[in-house]
């Protein structure tokens, strides 16, 4: 079945530093692929999407590229910031199973000063 | 913007009460979902919704049932509440289209003592 694997946390960066979070999918056909922010105490947020091969979401300094070849959508921005501490969610939708979102795991960012 | 309301932030239910959590979205989406989140389990589908009185099951309904009476409310219900439901729940909601994104309320964290 369809499945969304991303790297797990915590991970803890400087502030300025480049961050990575891998995400790595597992679906038939040409699903859309999504990267949401949970900030403490708060529901989740579009954070940046891709609907369909080659395409790059970004929002906020953060980018993902759909790569179908690789079945990946990592989640990179280039300097963080402490504000970006948060968990991040990678997630995928499959257009034949109604709508239905297949989420992983989140994790967890530190930034720290 | 779209809106997805849930009544309560924070409960304390004692086991064995029946709980409502409600959820309302005023975007006149067609589907909505209950998760729950767990540390290290990320998001579990419990229920969701296409529909008007219209409901299916996700990947952990044992305990739960849900009501949607009308488009825009869709109700997570725990006829018996235990302690192993202790989390926080997250209501969320998309349009019928395809590819969409799915937007979710704030969350209610829910405490079975």
């Known amino acids: 079945g369809d499945s969304v694997t991303q790297m797990e946390g915590p991970v803890t960066l400087s502030e300025e530093a480049f961050l990575t979070i891998n995400c790595t999918y597992t679906?038939?056909?040409?699903?859309?692929l999504f990267w949401y922010v949970q900030y403490p105490g708060e529901g989740l947020q579009l954070l940046l999407k891709?609907?369909?091969?080659?395409d790059k979401g970004s929002n906020k300094g953060f980018e993902a590229t759909y790569r179908k070849e690789t079945t990946s959508f990592h989640l990179e921005k280039g300097s963080v910031q402490v504000s970006d501490s948060a968990v991040y969610f990678c997630?995928?939708?499959?257009?034949?199973?109604?709508?239905?979102?297949?989420f992983g795991t989140g994790t967890s960012l530190t930034v720290i000063p | 913007d779209v809106k997805v309301t849930q009544s309560s932030r924070y409960l304390v239910k004692r086991t064995g009460e029946k709980v409502f959590l409600e959820c309302v979205q005023d975007m006149d989406h067609e589907n909505m979902f209950w998760y729950r989140q767990d540390p290290g389990l990320g998001l579990r589908l419990i229920y969701f919704s296409y529909d008007v009185k219209m409901k299916e099951k996700g990947d952990i309904p044992e305990g739960y049932s849900v009501s949607r009476e009308k488009k825009e409310r869709f109700s997570l219900i725990l006829e018996s509440a235990s302690t192993n439901q202790t989390s926080m729940y997250l209501c969320a909601s998309t349009p019928g289209a395809e590819g969409n994104t799915i937007y979710f309320g704030e969350g209610s964290w829910l405490t079975v003592v």
């Open positions: 997630a995928l939708i499959q257009r034949n199973t109604g709508n239905q979102f297949y």
């Open positions: 891709a609907t369909k091969a080659d």
């Open positions: 679906a038939t056909g040409y699903p859309s």
